[in-house]
């Protein structure tokens, strides 16, 4: 599957961005999708992930609250809404998928993901 991620951009803190991934292929209901992010000089860190269904979800606790995974199977597309968003938030954003044979299991570590987008910059501004 490849990965396809958009929607970042330049933002003042408080405000709100949607980052979409689109997938190819015909078996995206299939995969669970995860959201991560590097900040310069940082290690990649996980921001959200979302089951194969959609049923389930899982947040890091920095973006709980804030941020809400969502996907749309008929759509091949993945979205991550940020709202209230703050400086420390500024990263490149990558979109990552696992195939599952879970419809509810949801993954948290980079090396589960086996397939990435290629990153979309979100800069926050105080």
């Given amino acids: 599957v490849q990965l396809q991620a ?3 951009g330049l933002v003042q803190a408080g405000g709100s961005l949607r980052l ?3 997938a190819s292929g015909r078996t995206f209901s299939s995969y669970a999708m995860g ?3 590097q900040a310069p000089g940082k290690e990649r860190e996980f921001v959200a992930a979302i089951s194969r269904s959609g049923g389930r979800t899982y947040y ?3 973006v709980k609250g804030r941020f809400t995974i969502s996907r749309d199977n008929a759509k091949n597309t ?3 809404q940020m709202n209230s968003l703050k400086p420390e938030d500024t990263a490149v954003y ?3 998928a ?4 879970s419809s509810i299991v949801v993954f948290t570590t980079p090396s589960n993901y086996n ?3 290629q990153g979309t910059l979100v800069t926050v501004s105080s």
């Avoid at 696992?98 to 044979?101: C, F, M, Q």
């Fill in 98 to 101: 696992v195939w599952s044979a």
């Fill in 60 to 62: 890091a606790d920095s």
């Fill in 115 to 117: 397939y990435w987008g």
């Fill in 35 to 37: 959201w991560f992010r």
């Fill in 78 to 80: 993945v979205y991550l």
């Fill in 94 to 96: 990558y979109c990552a």
């Fill in 6 to 8: 958009s929607g970042g």
């Fill in 20 to 22: 979409s991934c689109a």
